[in-house]
């Protein structure tokens, strides 16, 4: 009997953890305390890419954080997350290519932290890109390839990777 192929297998290449809050200012400081304390890293800002005048935003204007994550830290704040959500998850987070998204209501929820009158009640926006082996030659610089179709991580995979790893639950 062959052992399967190491390069069939999926593995979480990314957790991005975002906190959208539609201007700059007081709001916007502390979503990012928030995800600083969350996830223990230095968040970023992300900036509008075109102006709404009803909504009053501006072009590059700073109207969210967010915080990417790889590895073992990515791996153990998605347990957390999944915690948190009970474990289960819709099947319409996730796209053709595997790759799923949820969202957390409260930053509370999180074991550890309390609710601070200061900060406020925030939610977060968690994505979760997934890869095989061998994706680097969609990335690199030199000669750059495509994925194959064959090589490519389809929702079914994606759904089955998340049930067997992280024993989630996907509700139909």
């Given at each position: 009997m062959t052992a399967a192929n190491p390069m069939r297998t999926i593995d979480v290449e990314k957790v991005v953890v975002n906190i959208g809050v539609g201007e700059a200012g007081e709001k916007l400081l502390k979503a990012q305390k928030v995800l600083e304390l969350v996830t223990g890293r230095k968040p970023v800002q992300t900036?509008?890419?075109?102006?709404?005048?009803?909504?009053g935003i501006r072009r590059n204007m700073p109207i969210?954080?967010?915080v990417t994550l790889r590895g073992p830290p990515a791996q153990e704040f998605l347990r957390k997350a999944l915690a948190i959500r009970s474990n289960r998850l819709a099947a319409y987070s996730f796209d053709p290519h595997g790759n799923f998204s949820f969202g957390i209501?409260?930053?509370?929820?999180?074991?550890?932290?309390?609710y601070d009158p200061e900060i406020g009640v925030f939610?977060?926006?968690?994505?979760?890109?997934?890869e095989r082996p061998g994706f680097r030659?969609?990335?690199?610089?030199?000669?750059?390839?495509?994925i194959?179709?064959?090589?490519?991580?389809?929702?079914?995979?994606?759904?089955?990777f998340v049930r067997s790893t992280f024993s989630v639950e996907v509700v139909e």
């Open positions: 900036l509008s890419r075109s102006t709404i005048r009803d909504w969210g954080v967010r209501p409260d930053y509370t929820d999180f074991s550890g932290m309390k939610g977060m926006d968690v994505a979760v890109a997934l030659i969609a990335r690199r610089k030199i000669a750059p390839r495509k194959p179709n064959s090589h490519r991580i389809s929702r079914d995979e994606g759904i089955e």
